[in-house]
């Protein structure tokens, strides 16, 4: 196909594009004055970090959902690949308007490519069986490649669904689960896929002692791992040759 004839199936592409998307995006826009401040802007900025840091050349996305997250990657010029069970946590399904989503489950993915970077940025905690979706993780990653994760955390006490607990703050109403994990998990991660940890950021996000609890913290505190935490981000390298 000629460059010409590509350009104007782009600009045809465009068009079209903008013509169906515009009055999405004005509800999306007038909807978002509702909104309130999430944990995203932590966690897509050690994301951000840690991609400046390495500057992978092939990216795994596990989790997109509806974000623009793998979109902001492919901004940035890494190569990426976004996966997601679309009829699972999702049930009816779902459509991510900024980017291409491969229908795939981690804990038995289709797609065998190795990759340089993983992000899963606030999935792992919806996942039942979250030792064979890191194990997975670790199998899609080339030898030295880096894995980063970001969950709700509470250095000692691990959580099996948050949301059942009574006084949790949301999450009774949803299908899915949300698990609070600690250092526990972290370490058999790290001795059965034979990884390391690179860097490692926690935050308090709730006035209360686990996630959902209380009220949110505006901006969410920096912590360490001694004091009450409700979020960790984390840059794990796999170190099997």
Known sequence: MSKVIKKALYRLYSTLARWYLSPILRLEWK?????TPNERPIEFAFALKWLAKIYPMEVLDVGSGTTAWPHVMANCGFSVTAIDKIEGYWRGGFFNRHYYIINDDITKPKITKQFDLITCISVLEHIPNHEEAIRQMFRLLKPGGYLVLTFPYNEKQYIDNV??????GYGQDVSCICRVYSRKEIDTWLEANSATIIDQEYYEIFTGDFWTFGKRIYPPRPGDRSAKVHLTCVIIQNTQK
Do not use: D
């Open 31 to 35: 909807s978002s004055m509702r909104r």
């Open 163 to 168: 949301y059942k607990l009574q006084g949790a």
